[in-house]
């Protein structure tokens, strides 16, 4: 991405006023917007640094199984390479609760679902869909 914006050409101007061709205005303003995020993107990443980025993220691989159904929690625990039994246990709660809550029959209590994201080092929010 380009780090400089292209002003849009002025079809007419005065004191007040400024006239711009409509497509280019909003190709500016949507540049800006994506500006804007990228340096908001890249505060955070300074902020807590690129391997907990990482962390908190999900691939586009891992973001395609979400969108197919799997469950957060479940992403987490592969790619940590863990049982359903080891995630069980490290959050101590039972191996079938946990599979219920992997498969969407059961939400998961506040509290396990607090024990679950300790467990993986990531806030609750990340394990929501």
Known sequence: MSTALTRPKIIESDDDTVTLNRDEWQS???NAEDLAS???FQAFVAEIGLDRVKHLGFTGQ???????????????RERAGM?????AQAADIS???????ETG???GSLAVMAAIASVFGVPIENLMV
């Open 83 to 87: 049982t359903q039994r080891a995630l």
């Open 105 to 107: 029959k059961k939400p």
């Open 38 to 40: 990228v340096a908001k």
């Open 95 to 101: 191996p079938s609760y946990l599979a219920e809550i």
């Open 28 to 30: 500016f303003v949507e």
């Open 62 to 76: 891992e973001a395609a199984k979400m969108l197919d159904g799997a469950s957060p929690i479940t992403i987490r």
